[in-house]
């Protein structure tokens, strides 16, 4: 064997280990790697279908999407002309409750109920609970005041409720996410 065939032969082991090395580090780290997929109590959650048949004018209802808390609200028609009689340009986060309601189903109002400010779920689901100066959600924990569109209104809150991909299967039922 020449000094020529050896360098080949030297070559090859070198080139045919660090395949078997990366090879076999790919399949070291794919269990890792795919542990940081959803697990299917997650993917499961992933939407959720909601009757509104049920629930009467001026009620609300909260239901668990992802692990949060999305309140729905079957507003009354003065509680829609209130909310639509704001001037958009004093609010902080300007936006109209025409944006924050699909089009043919302005009664129902669908959002995520966890203040903008610091993660906390605001008061005003339930009757007889707080509901700010403006008649929609009040966080206690530092005092922000949400309107009956979502919108923030007063405190520290930086944003409106944030909205969830939803849409209406039927006039009475409605898929979140």
Not at 10 to 27: D, E, K, M, Q
Not at 72 to 96: G, N, Q, W, Y
């Amino acid at each position: 064997m020449n000094e020529g065939q050896k360098i080949d032969r030297r070559n090859f082991l070198y080139v045919a280990s660090t395949v078997a090395a990366a090879t076999g580090g790919i399949f070291a780290t794919w269990p890792l790697i795919d542990s940081f997929n959803p697990s299917a109590d997650i993917l499961s959650l992933s939407s959720v279908e909601v009757d509104l048949s049920f629930i009467k004018t001026g009620q609300a209802i909260t239901v668990k999407w992802q692990g949060k808390p999305v309140f729905i609200r079957h507003r009354t028609m003065e509680e829609i002309a209130h909310a639509r009689s704001v001037d958009v340009s004093e609010l902080k986060d300007p936006e109209t409750d025409e944006d924050r309601v699909r089009n043919g189903h302005e009664e129902w109002l669908v959002m995520i109920g966890i203040c903008t400010h610091l993660g906390c779920i605001p008061l005003g689901q339930k009757p007889g609970s707080l509901k700010g100066d403006y008649g929609g959600w009040f966080c206690p924990c530092h005092g922000s005041h949400y309107d009956m569109a979502g919108r923030i209104r007063k405190g520290p809150a930086p944003r409106n409720l944030e909205l969830p991909e939803y849409e209406f299967l039927t006039d009475m039922y409605i898929r979140i996410g």
